[in-house]
């Protein structure tokens, strides 16, 4: 069947016991067992939860894997990735992260025995060059956040699988959507459900995607035995959301691209980092391994306090954290999602000071595109 069919139907299928054509919010914490050792298949609900059973399924089809898991935020589904890892074992990782995930490696992690490398994995040689005798896992964002970098997944899966390393993939930007790292040969896909998943701004989660059994098997008893869980009710809103996320990931990139090409043409703006435009370096990859260029998008602007004019002067765009509802929300990275990485570290990356990031949401374009005109009419 095709995406948007599988992303209605796959996992909620009619309650049997009633005929709801919207699977129910299962919110109970255990459930009653017909004698000792004999049960419907659920014992408690940090092991297995009905809502959450039908979004890991629907989510595993998305994406084309065998097994899927749902986590308490996105951040808790890498960890559990990070998991499958014991003490002494390297990671090469992408230069540009997440400042979350950054975080999470160089002051968590780090601190358990693991030591990690971070490379520009849009150089495929780079990465095989960082890899160690006891490299285990690449793990890679792409586009990254926030200056939308791409990484030829095939390429990297080659080496990866070439050495015997597991790869894992961030897909939170694109969504299985727009973008499937599991069919150009990566292991693992990783997602912050709060974001295009969910798509509106009403939930936190995370997932985990995979194909191999062992992999699942493993993930499987490192989310029951960590507990890091999706609750039913957050379960029921992802479901809700996937439902209209092939007509919202359509939306989400005519809207980027009509408002990177304004951006692009407006006098005040330095720079634009978007995939779907042809000045971007990695434009015919993106065109290759996405299916569109989707909602994100930053610019530079050429100064913090550029930058501050056009975020205080927005009126229709959501001056807000995270990415991927239906609303614009816009940011400035250096103090926001990406505060936790060192400045000078921040500027190696192209992440100044003046750079602001758009999650372009579905409004009409031409409110968004007039709401940024007059915002970047302050700076002067």
Same mark, same amino acid.
């Given at each position: 069947m095709g995406f948007a069919t599988d992303a209605i139907h796959?996992?909620? #299928?009619?309650?049997?016991?009633? !005929?709801?054509?919207?699977?129910?919010?299962?919110?109970?914490?255990?459930?009653?067992? *017909? #004698?000792?050792?004999?049960?419907? !298949?659920?014992?408690?609900?940090?092991?297995?939860?009905?809502?959450?059973?039908?979004? *890991?399924?629907?989510?595993?089809?998305?994406e084309g894997g065998a097994a899927g898991f749902a986590f308490a935020s996105g951040m808790a589904a890498a960890n559990a990735v990070m998991t499958l890892l014991k003490a002494g074992d390297h990671v090469v990782a992408g230069h540009n992260l997440y400042g979350g995930t950054y975080r999470l490696f160089e002051r968590v992690l780090g601190d358990f025995g693991l030591s990690f490398s971070y490379v520009n994995t849009c150089r495929p040689d780079g990465v095989e060059a960082a890899l160690r005798p006891n490299t285990r896992l690449i793990f890679i964002e792409t586009p990254t956040n926030p200056v939308m970098e791409i990484t030829d997944i095939?390429?990297?899966?080659?080496i990866a699988r070439s050495h015997g390393i597991l790869l894992a993939v961030d897909n939170t930007f694109m969504s299985p959507y727009l973008q499937r790292p599991l069919d150009h040969g990566a292991d693992i896909v990783i997602h912050s459900t709060t974001k295009y998943l969910n798509g509106h701004s009403d939930g936190v989660?995370?997932?985990v995607i995979v194909n191999d059994a062992a992999l699942a098997e493993r993930l499987r008893f490192i989310q029951n035995a960590a507990g890091a869980v999706l609750g039913p009710f957050d379960s029921w809103l992802v479901l809700r959301g996937v439902k209209t996320?092939?007509?919202?990931?359509?939306?989400?990139?005519?809207?980027?691209?009509?408002?990177?090409?304004?951006?692009?043409?407006?006098p005040r703006v330095k720079t634009v980092h978007y995939p779907g435009l042809r000045s971007h370096p990695q434009h015919e990859l993106a065109q290759r391994q996405m299916r569109g260029p989707g909602g994100m998008l930053s610019f530079e602007t050429g100064s913090l306090e550029n930058a501050k004019a056009v975020l205080k002067s927005v009126r229709l765009c959501s001056l807000a954290e995270s990415l991927g509802g239906v609303e614009t929300l816009i940011s400035h990275p250096a103090s926001m999602t990406h505060?936790?990485?060192?400045?000078?570290?921040?500027?190696?990356?192209?992440?100044t000071d003046g750079l602001v990031r758009l999650s372009v949401g579905i409004e009409d374009v031409d409110d968004l595109i007039a709401d940024l005109d007059q915002a970047l009419a302050a700076i002067t």
């Amino acid at each position: 069947m095709g995406f948007a069919t599988d992303a209605i139907h796959i996992g909620q #299928e009619p309650d049997p016991a009633t !005929g709801a054509i919207i699977v129910p919010i299962y919110q109970t914490s255990t459930f009653v067992q *017909e #004698e000792l050792g004999k049960h419907k !298949g659920y014992e408690y609900a940090r092991t297995s939860n009905p809502t959450r059973a039908a979004l *890991e399924r629907n989510l595993a089809r998305l994406e084309g894997g065998a097994a899927g898991f749902a986590f308490a935020s996105g951040m808790a589904a890498a960890n559990a990735v990070m998991t499958l890892l014991k003490a002494g074992d390297h990671v090469v990782a992408g230069h540009n992260l997440y400042g979350g995930t950054y975080r999470l490696f160089e002051r968590v992690l780090g601190d358990f025995g693991l030591s990690f490398s971070y490379v520009n994995t849009c150089r495929p040689d780079g990465v095989e060059a960082a890899l160690r005798p006891n490299t285990r896992l690449i793990f890679i964002e792409t586009p990254t956040n926030p200056v939308m970098e791409i990484t030829d997944i095939a390429a990297v899966a080659r080496i990866a699988r070439s050495h015997g390393i597991l790869l894992a993939v961030d897909n939170t930007f694109m969504s299985p959507y727009l973008q499937r790292p599991l069919d150009h040969g990566a292991d693992i896909v990783i997602h912050s459900t709060t974001k295009y998943l969910n798509g509106h701004s009403d939930g936190v989660g995370g997932a985990v995607i995979v194909n191999d059994a062992a992999l699942a098997e493993r993930l499987r008893f490192i989310q029951n035995a960590a507990g890091a869980v999706l609750g039913p009710f957050d379960s029921w809103l992802v479901l809700r959301g996937v439902k209209t996320l092939a007509l919202r990931m359509e939306q989400h990139s005519r809207n980027g691209l009509a408002v990177a090409e304004y951006l692009e043409r407006h006098p005040r703006v330095k720079t634009v980092h978007y995939p779907g435009l042809r000045s971007h370096p990695q434009h015919e990859l993106a065109q290759r391994q996405m299916r569109g260029p989707g909602g994100m998008l930053s610019f530079e602007t050429g100064s913090l306090e550029n930058a501050k004019a056009v975020l205080k002067s927005v009126r229709l765009c959501s001056l807000a954290e995270s990415l991927g509802g239906v609303e614009t929300l816009i940011s400035h990275p250096a103090s926001m999602t990406h505060a936790s990485v060192p400045p000078e570290r921040r500027r190696q990356l192209g992440i100044t000071d003046g750079l602001v990031r758009l999650s372009v949401g579905i409004e009409d374009v031409d409110d968004l595109i007039a709401d940024l005109d007059q915002a970047l009419a302050a700076i002067t």
